[in-house]
C-alpha cells in the first residue's frame, strides 16, 4: 500500500510536467508565429538593419614588443 502514495505523486508529476512542455510549446509557436508576420511585414527586417560606415580611422600601431628581447 505504500507504493500507492508514491505512484500517484509520479503519475502528478508526469501531469505537471506535460502540462509545462504543452504550454512552453503554445507560448514557442505565438511567438514564431508573431515574427513571421513580423518579418512578412518588414517590420522586424526594418528595425534590425544596421549601417556600418567604414572608419577613417588608421589601425593602432602594434605595441612596442621591444622590452621582450631584454629577458633572452
Do not use: H, Y
Request: aromatic share 6%.
Amino acid at each position: 500500500m505504500s507504493n500507492k502514495p508514491s505512484q500517484n505523486r509520479l503519475e502528478t508529476r508526469d501531469q505537471l510536467i506535460e502540462g509545462a512542455i504543452e504550454e512552453a510549446i503554445e507560448a514557442a509557436d505565438l511567438f514564431l508565429t508573431s515574427l513571421e508576420e513580423q518579418i512578412k511585414q518588414g517590420s522586424f527586417l526594418a528595425s534590425a538593419k544596421t549601417e556600418i560606415a567604414p572608419s577613417d580611422e588608421q589601425p593602432l600601431p602594434l605595441e612596442d614588443d621591444t622590452f621582450l628581447t631584454d629577458w633572452f
